[in-house]
């Protein structure tokens, strides 16, 4: 079993930025793929950004040029976050996809903007 763990999020007001991080309780465990996607009130969850296991990165077009994904050596994925806007407050949430095919979630950290 993998747990995943954020942490990072907060209230900020238009124009400002965070970074979130997303910790696997195991650093050792094979992760081909690891994402986040967020979830705002009253909408369907979407992918917002990607990091591939061939170490590429994938946006949602709403955030491209505004939020940077990375991933460390020890299985920790960030989310930096600039130019916040209203629209990106929702839950953001960690997923990871094993390389044995297993997928996991975090718990989620909410991301407020305020105008």
């Known amino acids: 079993q993998v747990q995943l763990v954020e942490s990072g999020g907060g209230l900020v007001q238009a124009g400002g930025s965070l970074r979130l991080s997303c910790r696997a309780s195991?650093?050792?465990?094979?992760?081909?793929?690891m994402a986040w996607h967020r979830q705002a009130p009253g909408k369907q969850r979407e992918l917002v950004a990607t990091?591939?296991?061939?170490?590429?990165t994938i946006y949602v077009d709403s955030v491209k040029g505004r939020f940077t994904v990375s991933r460390d050596n020890e299985n920790t994925l960030y989310l930096q976050m600039n130019s916040l806007k209203p629209e990106d407050t929702a839950v953001y949430y960690c997923?990871?996809?094993?390389?044995?095919?297993?997928?996991?979630w975090g718990q989620g950290t909410q991301v407020t903007v305020s105008s």
């Open positions: 195991q650093r050792d465990i094979e992760i081909d793929v």
């Open positions: 990091f591939t296991s061939r170490r590429s």
């Open positions: 997923a990871a996809l094993l390389r044995r095919g297993d997928y996991y």
